[in-house]
Nanobody, 114 residues
Framework: QVQLVESGGGLVQPGGSLRLTCATSISIFSTVNMGWYRQSPGKQRELVAAITPSGTTNYADSVKGRFTISRDNAKNTMYLQMNTLKPEDTAVYYC????????WGQGTQVTVSS
């Protein structure tokens, strides 16, 4: 049963922008902490951004000032606005509950290259 579906990735040039979407079927979505994660070959999956039920956010140092996480509790949906993208942002991006993770979705590939 698919509960997490990431979309919005693609190929962009350095300095470009992308907006990722995480569509969920989490019945209590409005009550759970959520996060965006990314993983590149040879690296551990890392938490990029997190958001509380009330909308409080936190970011990895590597993306602070460039990425914005948000959520729409009415739509059970989360977003990641990525601006001023850098080649090192290249990764597969995933969403999940921060605590009590569900099965991971397929992720969405973000490639930043000139």
């Amino acid at each position: 049963q698919v509960q997490l579906v990431e979309s919005g990735g693609g190929l962009v040039q350095p300095g470009g922008s992308l907006r990722l979407t995480c569509a969920t079927s989490i019945s209590i979505f409005s009550t759970v902490n959520m996060g965006w994660y990314r993983q590149s070959p040879g690296k551990q999956r890392e938490l990029v951004a997190a958001i509380t039920p009330s909308g409080t956010t936190n970011y990895a140092d590597s993306v602070k000032g460039r990425f914005t996480i948000s959520r729409d509790n009415a739509k059970n949906t989360m977003y990641l606005q990525m601006n001023t993208l850098k080649p090192e942002d290249t990764a597969v991006y995933y969403c999940n509950r921060k605590f009590g993770a569900l099965n991971w979705g397929q992720g969405t590939q973000v490639t930043v290259s000139s």
